[in-house]
């Protein structure tokens, strides 16, 4: 069964936009947190992580909102560039990390 | 400083051959992960390796499929009388030992069973 969703396979925004992706889970022993970016051809890269006792995350363009109550957490990408075009996969890990389906983001020019 | 390797990068067998896929990882780190990749699945987890001892199999198919870590440079995924069900890239992973969440990927071997 999946222990990590993410809602959407794939999102589309403008050159300029916040993009949001959303993620949930289902086990609460999940304690950390991390978003992986992925180009195609290449591995995922760590992009950003929270830890459960945070409620937010932010590095530069990348901010992390996490609910713990109701169990989910999303990635806003401000300003979103072409170059943020990338499937992005949310992770659930209390050791070894559980991966969502990914969504496939595409930032139109 | 390298990444982690995986060789070959793209492999192609007839189906009921056997593959075996090497993944190099990053010097230092005491953690190999092994994922699975497919359009349809996303990223399945496989197995988990710690300082060389198996740790988590538990995404690993029953039948056919094996890893083993023989020493901290490198692991093998070997999958026995392959089936076009296999077709996917296998990924790699390394971290630090207490970091397991906070990983480095290889770039994945694209295994195609005719």
């Known amino acids: 069964q999946q222990q990590v969703r993410q809602s959407s396979q794939s999102l589309t925004v403008w050159e300029g936009e916040t993009a949001i992706l959303n993620c949930s889970y289902e086990?609460?022993?999940?304690?950390?947190f991390p978003w992986y970016q992925q180009f195609p051809g290449e591995g995922p890269a760590l992009l950003i992580a929270i830890r459960s006792v945070s409620d937010k995350k932010e590095d530069g363009r990348f901010t992390i909102f996490f609910n713990k109550r109701e169990k989910n957490l999303s990635l806003h990408i401000k300003d979103s560039q072409p170059g943020d075009s990338a499937t992005y996969f949310c992770a659930a890990s209390y050791n070894a990390p559980r991966f969502g389906a990914g969504t496939k983001l595409s930032v139109k020019p | 400083n390298a990444g982690v390797i995986q060789t070959p990068r793209h492999k192609v067998t007839g189906k009921g051959q056997e593959a075996t896929l090497w993944c190099e990882p990053i010097?230092?780190?005491?953690?190999v992960f092994w994922y699975r990749q497919t359009i349809v699945q996303g990223l399945e987890f496989l197995t988990y390796f710690r300082n060389q001892a198996p740790i988590d199999d538990s995404g690993m198919p029953k039948e056919r499929f094996s890893a083993q870590m023989p020493n901290q440079s490198h692991s093998t995924l070997k999958i026995q009388s392959t089936q076009p069900q296999d077709s996917a890239v296998y990924l790699c992973a390394s971290s630090h030992r207490d970091r397991a969440a906070e990983q480095f990927f290889g770039p994945g071997t694209r295994l195609t069973v005719l």
């Open positions: 010097s230092g780190h005491s953690a």
């Open positions: 086990n609460s022993a999940f304690d950390y």
